[in-house]
């Protein structure tokens, strides 16, 4: 049986993901590109993944720097996950970010948190890479995340976040105790 690739991706569409921009920084400035498809691998050690396309232009750069920062989008930075998804243009400019302490990697401004990650290791799957990494440092701030679902940005829903607020708050209050 021959999975029909537009319904492939029709079905995988309705599994909802955050959206981060991987960045780096190489010889010629900073790089970066959009990628919905990271997840945490490993608490101990801490270890994330990433799956870019193998047709990606910016993939190849941030692989050679050996390192990145996987920035989580804010509900309000879709413009932001667009721009980062075009090849051939200047992504950076106009933009205010900083370089993150362990690798130098951009952080962008408002993200709604990040990880500053070493590239552990890369495996050919299909027309893309699924790429393991390092977490070194990371770094939060308050907010709700950008969601790709069915082929578009979304947002999570404020009426059933308040729950999960409190219950996130009272989990902050004790991580801050110890």
């Not at 750069?61 to 243009?89: K, M, V, Y």
């Not at 390092?134 to 969601?147: A, K, M, N």
Request: hydrophobic share 40%.
């Amino acid at each position: 049986m021959t999975l029909e690739p537009e319904l492939y991706k029709f079905a995988i569409g309705h599994f909802a993901s955050g959206v981060v921009i991987v960045t780096s920084v190489t010889s010629d400035g900073p790089v970066g590109m959009t990628c919905q498809s990271f997840f945490s691998v490993s608490l101990d050690p801490p270890m994330v993944a990433l799956s870019p396309s193998r047709a990606s232009k910016s993939w190849p750069r941030i692989r050679r720097c050996g390192h990145f920062c996987a920035n989580i989008l804010a509900e309000d930075q879709h413009p932001l996950a667009a721009t980062f998804s075009i090849s051939g243009i200047d992504k950076f400019s106009h933009l205010a970010w900083s370089g993150s302490r362990a690798t130098g990697s951009p952080i962008l401004e408002g993200v709604l948190g990040w990880a500053d990650c070493t590239i552990a290791s890369v495996a050919e799957a299909g027309d893309h890479y699924i790429v393991t990494a390092r977490v070194v440092d990371v770094g939060v701030s308050d907010g709700r995340p950008l969601i790709y679902y069915r082929s578009r940005y979304s947002h999570v829903s404020r009426e059933r976040d308040s729950v999960a607020s409190r219950r996130r708050a009272r989990q902050d209050r004790r991580l801050r105790l110890r």
